[in-house]
């Protein structure tokens, strides 16, 4: 696929104006890339989530493709069984299923819906969009909470690290696997472009700094994301089909010396305020290994 340029992205926008996400948020911002990479021929299947509340209240949608709205555990299921509605109707090669789950509702609740539908090839791509807690319900700690942040039932900090939900999509199988990360828009779009156009179960997860969760300025939020890349602790990749492609906006950070220190990431939000050294350390090593793994891949 040709690299896309901003002028390459679809102008037409597929979420009204005037939703009522928080100020700052991530997760609208993918979205809306997002949407435009997938084009009107879309149903969206959504949990309860912060996504919910950009939907808006009942009998109301601020998009222009159809969205179902299903219980916490069932987003999986539920994309499944639109898709055997449209097996049966003819209609599965030309409209695209597409569930968005928050990591509450993918790493904890909803993981044994997707792994269901992961085992049984579901042509469908479920995009988890990761702010690393359950911000919609007042920032309780998730299975993608990373280690040292605070959240409402961790106030001392998480003890551990974050689940390595990509490791566990990969070991399904699936066509495609992918990490995003909502400052990095264009790559977004073309990872959905991407998905779009295969056949199976593609899964793309998607960093989603969140400015009331996470305790920075909402004005930050482009930054906040883009120091996860750059610190080395969000690389952007995607897998196709078992073959390893690291994106181009990590490339450069194969070498350790253009990484960022990893405080610079940690220190900008107030949930990691009084993380311990011993912390800060574990991460050092975290990244050095995951690269370390990067780059294993990359040779082979």
Not at 167 to 189: C, F, L, Q, R
Not at 210 to 229: N, Q
């Amino acid at each position: 696929m040709n690299l896309v340029k901003v002028m390459d992205v679809q102008e037409e926008e597929y979420i009204y104006p005037g939703t009522r996400m928080c100020a700052g948020c991530a997760m609208a911002l993918i979205y809306r890339f997002a949407l435009k990479a997938l084009g009107p021929k879309t149903i969206l299947t959504v949990p309860a989530s912060c996504l919910t509340v950009l939907h808006g209240m009942q009998g109301f949608c601020t998009t222009k493709v159809s969205v179902l709205h299903t219980p916490f555990a069932t987003t999986g299921a539920s994309a499944s069984g639109i898709v055997a509605s449209l097996e049966e109707k003819g209609l599965n090669n030309e409209i695209c299923v597409v569930a968005f789950a928050g990591d509450g509702g993918t790493v904890d609740i909803g993981i044994q819906a997707l792994s269901g539908a992961a085992e049984r090839g579901t042509d469908f791509i479920y995009a988890c969009y990761d702010n690393e807690a359950y911000m919609n319900t007042g920032v309780q700690r998730s299975g993608a909470t990373p280690q040292g942040a605070h959240t409402t039932t961790t106030p001392g900090g998480k003890m551990k690290p974050k689940k390595n939900m990509l490791k566990i999509m990969e070991a399904h199988g699936i066509a495609y696997v992918a990490t995003a990360n909502g400052s990095y828009p264009i790559d977004i779009y073309e990872k959905f472009k991407k998905a779009r156009t295969m056949i199976g179960t593609k899964y793309i997860h998607i960093l989603s700094p969140c400015p009331p969760g996470w305790g920075y300025d909402p004005k930050e939020t482009i930054k906040i994301g883009r120091l996860a890349v750059e610190t080395g602790f969000w690389p952007l990749y995607e897998i196709i089909n078992g073959k390893f492609n690291l994106s181009r906006e990590s490339k450069k950070y194969l070498d350790p010396s253009k990484r960022k220190p990893i405080i610079d990431y940690l220190g900008a939000q107030k949930r990691f305020k009084g993380i311990s050294d011993e912390d800060i350390e574990d991460y050092k090593t975290y990244i050095n290994n995951l690269w370390d793994e990067i780059k294993k891949r990359i040779d082979h």
